[in-house]
């Protein structure tokens, strides 16, 4: 079945650690983006790249960073300079309309 | 600066009801609007897509209605079921390929 997977479900960082959450998809989606929702904030854009090799910062890109060196893949490393990173991160891909992984829930030790 | 706002917040309903969910956004000038349900702790599950050119979608007991030129669409759901209780999330899509968010409205079906 083709969609987008998303790994892990749960993360633990401690302070001052680098993270890396992954985003594979198999839909053959030019497009991928990384959203942040936090409880009462809806989601929030975080980075989007719409093709290989090239991406933009979204809304809330500070103290984060992406890399797009395959089509298939969007990694996300959440860094020691973000101070807040406790939230349910998504990863999408844009067809025809968006499809969602299932996320992945970050919470700082 | 494009806004989306989703109406009412919470909503509780008795099973076997019909229902409507409602979403506002400020810049007509949309490329499509998508309707998702989040389940707690899960991720969106898409419902439907309505593309700028179209007016309404249909999906089993879901419909969902699009007018720009007023900015509103609206997510109707029939016959209720427990099962249907979630987070109904309504999202713009713009001409950078960014989905902008509404808060989303919580659905509580009673059994």
Known sequence: DGGI????????RKEGQNVTLSCEQNLNHDAMYWYRQDP????RLIYYSQI???FQKGDIAEGYSVSREKKESFP??????QKNPTAFYLCASEGYGYTFGSGTRLTVV | KQEVTQIPAALSVPEGENL??????????????????????????SLL??????REQTSGRLNASLDKSSGRST???AASQ????????????????KLIFGQGTTLQVKP
């Open chain 2, 20 to 45: 409507v969910l409602n979403c506002s956004f400020t810049d007509s000038a949309i490329y499509n609007l998508q309707w998702f349900r989040q389940d707690p702790g899960k991720g969106l599950t």
């Open chain 2, 82 to 97: 427990p099962g249907d209780s979630a987070t109904y999330l309504c999202a713009v899509q713009i001409n950078t390929g």
């Open chain 1, 76 to 81: 996300l490393t959440v860094t020691s300079a």
């Open chain 2, 49 to 54: 897509l309505i593309q700028s050119s179209q």
């Open chain 1, 5 to 12: 997977t998303q790994s892990p479900k749960y993360l633990f």
């Open chain 1, 40 to 43: 009462g904030q809806g989601l």
């Open chain 2, 75 to 77: 997510l109707y759901i």
């Open chain 1, 52 to 54: 290989v090799n090239d």
